[in-house]
């Protein structure tokens, strides 16, 4: 389809960070945009402010009967009534992935795909070809700070779009440049084995066009299978890579550092936000930007006031006083930059870290990397696995984390016990962690600690 065509849309899941980006789009291109969620979100208020007709009760009655195209997310259960009513009923039925297919081969294309890193890299890339005015369309899996948004269009035909691993859904992009983060076990309840992964990660490349780019964290496990044409490593510092940083340095919560490439060298780099990780994605970022041709000056100008991406080491409260972050963090690579990258900015401080798991089957798959990873901190506040998409699963509980912790500094926690923790402790670094709905505590985390 020639998605600039399509007037009337109709998205099953619209509250879905990934597909109200592509709601915006088509609502940006002047379609009629409607749909439906499982509940009220801040999103989802959002997109009705911007015009969207929104339910939030899966009902035939309430759908859009004369609608062009219907948009899913893999998410959406297979007994869906609407779904199910759209299906039967011909009309054209399409996942997420294939509507951003079609954008892929109608633009040029940066997509960022891996497993830790993805959202990051692909808002900094985004915000940084908006700010220098070079212009992009961009389809992102998080809120940057600095707009308030997951999208953006501009009059260039060029997409940023991160590429999610998640239903095999990235092996439909077709990208001019491709960058890989990472490439560790996860979702093994969609590939069941690391070994399947890996392949999907090694076909994602092969998707490149002709004469396109692939940029892939230097040391990637199976890197000599990536065989792009035109392939470019980046690492935060060792120098075996084709980019990488140098003179790196410390500078209240955030960091300033140059890097280095083949044909290019951009100097006195400021990052605002926390975390070494965040340096090696900026190092990423700024690579696009220099295969894209921009100039340096203008690239150092916007990276200064880039204010990260909500929930990703983002600072909720950062004074003399007290340290409060809160990071998406739901896997146990992320967990443990996210806990180590706290203790190098605040080595003076007591990291104190409540963490939600998220899914059964990652619980269950990685406890012992969840533990690992939180044997970091200096006291640990667990909450209950928040099931997303699954049901339980016997024997499978945030007990499973902690029975194979060494830091004995460990609770599992109600979130009302967590919100009288915080009443009751001094805390000066407060992490809140997880990908599930952790976040709606951090408002009154806030409000607690800022009345201290």
Same mark, same amino acid.
């Given at each position: 389809?020639n ?5 009337k849309v109709?998205?099953?899941?619209i509250?879905?960070i990934?597909?109200s ?5 088509f609502r940006a ?5 409607s749909g ?11 997109l009705?402010e911007e ?7 899966d009902?035939?009655?309430?759908l859009?009967k004369?609608?062009e195209?219907?948009? /899913?997310?893999?998410?959406i ?11 039967n009923?011909n009309?054209?039925? /399409?996942?997420r992935?294939?509507? @951003?297919?079609?954008?892929t081969?109608s633009?040029?294309a940066?997509?960022v795909?891996g ?5 990051t890299? +692909?808002?900094?890339i985004a915000? @940084?070809?908006?700010?220098t005015g ?12 600095n /707009?308030?948004s997951n999208y953006w ?5 060029t997409?940023?779009i991160e590429?999610d ?15 890989l983060?990472?490439?560790d076990?996860?979702?093994?309840d969609i ?5 399947e992964i890996e392949k999907?990660?090694?076909?994602y490349?092969?998707?490149? *066009?002709p004469?396109?780019?692939?940029l ?8 000599a ?11 935060l510092s ?7 940083s ?8 955030? /960091?300033?550092?140059d890097?280095l490439? *083949?044909?290019?060298?951009?100097r006195h780099l400021?990052l ?9 994605n900026?190092v990423?970022?700024v690579?696009?930007?220099q295969?894209l041709?921009?100039?340096p000056? $203008?690239? %150092?100008t ?12 983002e ?6 006083k007290?340290?409060f972050i809160?990071?998406y963090a739901h896997h ?5 930059a996210?806990?180590? +990258?706290?203790k ?6 007591k990291c ?9 089957s990652?619980t269950?798959?990685f ?10 901190a ?10 997303a998409?699954?049901l339980?699963?016997?024997g499978?509980t945030s $007990?499973?984390?902690?029975d %194979? ?9 109600s979130?009302?016990?967590l ?13 809140t ?5 952790i ?7 806030k409000?607690?600690l800022e009345?201290?």
């Amino acid at each position: 389809m020639n998605v600039k065509e399509i007037k009337k849309v109709y998205f099953v899941g619209i509250g879905g960070i990934g597909m109200s980006a592509l709601a915006r789009f088509f609502r940006a291109q002047g379609a009629i945009v409607s749909g439906y969620d499982r509940t009220e979100t801040a999103l989802t208020k959002k997109l009705a402010e911007e015009g969207m007709n929104i339910h939030y009760t899966d009902d035939v009655a309430l759908l859009s009967k004369d609608t062009e195209l219907v948009v /899913y997310t893999p998410a959406i259960p297979k007994d869906h009534t609407e779904l199910n009513w759209y299906k039967n009923n011909n009309f054209p039925v /399409y996942k997420r992935s294939d509507v @951003l297919q079609w954008i892929t081969e109608s633009l040029h294309a940066i997509t960022v795909a891996g497993t830790h890193g993805k959202t990051t890299i +692909s808002t900094m890339i985004a915000y @940084l070809l908006r700010e220098t005015g070079y212009g992009c369309n961009a389809f992102l899996g998080g809120i940057s700070v600095n /707009y308030q948004s997951n999208y953006w269009s501009s009059e260039r035909d060029t997409a940023v779009i991160e590429a999610d691993e998640y239903d095999r859904s990235f092996l439909k992009l077709f990208p001019d440049v491709a960058v890989l983060t990472a490439i560790d076990a996860d979702h093994l309840d969609i590939y069941g084995t690391v070994e399947e992964i890996e392949k999907a990660f090694i076909q994602y490349t092969k998707n490149i *066009k002709p004469g396109g780019i692939l940029l892939v964290k230097h040391g990637l496990h199976r890197s000599a299978e990536l065989t792009a044409s035109n392939k470019l490593t980046y690492s935060l510092s060792d120098h075996a890579a084709d980019i990488y940083s140098e003179h790196l340095m410390q500078r209240q919560g955030g /960091y300033t550092f140059d890097v280095l490439g *083949k044909g290019f060298t951009v100097r006195h780099l400021h990052l605002n936000i926390g975390g070494l990780h965040n340096v090696e994605n900026a190092v990423a970022a700024v690579a696009v930007t220099q295969l894209l041709g921009i100039d340096p000056e $203008k690239v %150092r100008t916007a990276l200064e006031n880039f204010r990260g991406i909500k929930r990703r080491f983002e600072y909720i409260i950062k004074t003399d006083k007290t340290v409060f972050i809160d990071d998406y963090a739901h896997h146990p690579e992320e967990l443990a930059a996210l806990i180590n +990258s706290a203790k190098h900015l605040f080595p003076n401080r007591k990291c104190v870290v409540a963490f939600q798991p998220h899914l059964f089957s990652r619980t269950r798959d990685f406890a012992d990397g969840f533990a690992k990873s939180l044997d970091m901190a200096d006291e640990v506040l667990l909450l209950d696995i928040y099931p997303a998409r699954e049901l339980p699963m016997e024997g499978v509980t945030s $007990k499973m984390i902690t029975d %194979r912790m060494v830091n004995p500094v460990h609770s599992i926690v109600s979130k009302e016990g967590l919100i009288e923790y915080v009443k009751n402790n001094p805390l000066d670094m407060f992490i809140t962690s997880g990908a599930g709905d952790i976040d709606k505590l951090v408002t009154p985390i806030k409000e607690i600690l800022e009345a201290k």
